[in-house]
Structures are given as structure tokens and as C-alpha cells.
């Protein structure tokens, strides 16, 4: 059975290609959100390849408490050395499930950049998102936006339906669910409101990304996009020209996204 985390661990090299495209840019706005200070403590949870967790290291300085957690040791790789080839070197890389993971010190900022519909249960791995923070701490997050990734999601679907026919009537997996339910301003503010954050601002993030067919595979085998795909190569190839087909020339990934940041009471 494919999990989250060797689905990753397999994607490993494509997700940190798209890095320069989104990953990076948006790991940025996440952390000017939560307006960081030198020595502050930070937990990155869902940490990736460390997209957010190398800028906020390096605001908060060399003296300060970083810790970063993935279920993923392909990205937790490469992000860890991003940091030693940075001299980021107190930086902690844990490989756990952060939606149970907790560390023996509260701290100052929480950030979680696409990560938080991946956890088992959302709500509950919100509130221990929480309880990993000081009182008056912040929680960064970002997450996607009603439309986000149109059409390119549907194209795609549609070119692994037609190899897999089975797929149509499966059930809609749980890290799509869960992502609906934050996928507008009042859905997310209300969502962190029902799990205990109060002084909540939700701002949206609007950015297009213009593909190649390269760039777009890569999207495809490096996020959980990966789960729609065959197992076996020839199946993955026809999948490939369909979409390739489907997407047809200069496409554009509308990446639209949400950025919230909100308070421990």
C-alpha cells in the first residue's frame, strides 16, 4: 500500500524541481507572515524539503531553537542539506508524524506550508499544532484556494481515468476532503476558529505559474498527484501523452493560495 510518506520518498527528486516555481516562494510568504524575530523558537511542521524551514532559520539566527518534521527522509534529505551547505546548522530534521510528534519545549511559531490536509485527522492534528506553542504563539500556514490547480487537476484525472476506469468510482481520498475544507477565506478563518486560535487573518496569495510539459510531470510526480498514476511504466507513459495532450500548448498552473496566521490564547 502506497502511504504519504514513500510516495514522497518516490517523488522526492521531482517535488524539489518544482521548488523555484512555488515552493520556494510561497515558503517565503509564509514566514514574512509570521513576522519572525531573531531567537525565536520555530517548529516547520510538514516541513518538506524545507521551503519555509531555511528562511525562517535564518531570520530567527544561529542561536534560536528550529526543528523540522516530515514523514517524508527523501525530503527531510534534501532540505538538511540545504542547511549545511547554508551553515544552518541548528537546525533539527526529525522524520515522525507531526500530528502526534511533540517536542519538550513549547514554542514560539508553528508553520505548515500545504501540509495540514495531509495529517490523519486535520482538526486533531490542528489542536496539537497548538499545544506545541507558547501562549500568545502564532500558527503560519498556507494551503490552496477554491480553484487552485484548474484545469490542470481535472485534465489529469480525466487522462488516469481513461487507463484506469476503476478509478472513477473510488472514494475521494482524505487529504482532498480535508483540503476542501479550508479552501476559502471564511472556510479556513472558521475552521481555525473551531479549533481553539483566536486573532485569525486569512489573506489570499494569487499566483499563476506557466508550464512546460517538462515542468508539469514533474508537478504530477512529485506531489500527491502521484497517487492517481498507474504502477507500471507503459501504463504511466500513456498516461503522460494523454495529458500532455489534454493540457495542450503553454498551459498556466493557477496556484492560487490561502496564507492564514493566527494566535495561541
Known amino acids: 500500500m502506497t502511504t504519504v510518506a514513500n510516495l514522497f520518498d518516490d517523488g522526492a527528486e521531482h517535488f524539489e524541481r518544482f521548488a523555484p516555481a512555488l515552493w520556494n516562494t510561497m515558503g517565503n510568504a509564509v514566514v514574512a507572515a509570521a513576522d519572525l524575530h531573531i531567537g525565536q523558537s520555530v517548529l516547520d511542521a510538514c516541513c518538506g524539503s524545507g521551503a519555509s524551514t531555511i528562511p525562517a532559520a535564518q531570520v530567527v539566527g544561529p542561536d534560536a531553537r528550529v526543528d523540522a518534521v516530515d514523514l517524508s527522509s527523501g525530503l527531510l534529505a534534501l532540505a538538511a542539506a540545504k542547511a549545511s551547505a547554508l551553515g544552518l ?3 533539527n530534521f526529525t522524520k515522525a508524524d507531526v500530528s502526534v ?8 511559531a508553528v508553520l505548515c506550508c500545504y501540509g495540514l490536509f495531509f495529517l490523519p485527522d486535520m482538526a486533531a492534528g490542528a489542536r496539537h499544532l497548538a499545544s506545541q506553542l507558547r501562549s500568545g504563539g502564532k500558527l503560519a500556514i498556507s494551503t490552496w484556494q477554491d480553484g487552485a490547480h484548474e484545469p490542470f487537476v481535472s485534465l489529469l484525472r480525466e487522462a488516469c481515468f481513461e487507463e484506469q476506469p ?3 468510482d473510488a472514494p475521494v481520498p482524505p487529504p482532498l476532503r480535508q483540503m476542501a475544507e479550508i479552501s476559502s477565506v471564511e472556510k479556513l478563518y472558521s475552521f481555525l476558529e473551531t479549533v481553539g486560535f483566536g486573532s485569525i487573518e486569512v489573506h489570499t496569495a494569487p499566483l499563476q505559474i506557466p508550464l512546460d510539459a517538462d515542468l508539469a510531470w514533474t508537478l504530477v510526480l512529485g506531489t500527491g498527484y502521484r497517487f492517481l498514476l498507474p504502477p507500471d511504466t507503459a501504463g504511466r507513459e500513456r498516461v503522460r501523452s494523454r495529458f500532455m495532450e489534454k493540457l495542450g500548448d503553454e ?4 496556484a492560487d493560495s490561502l496564507i492564514a496566521v493566527a494566535i495561541r490564547e
Not at 101 to 108: G, I, L, N, V
Not at 251 to 254: A, D, H, K, Q
Open 89 to 91: 546548522d541548528s537546525v
Open 101 to 108: 510528534w511533540a517536542a519538550e519545549q513549547t514554542y514560539d
Open 166 to 168: 476503476d478509478l472513477r
Open 251 to 254: 498551459p498556466t498552473l493557477n
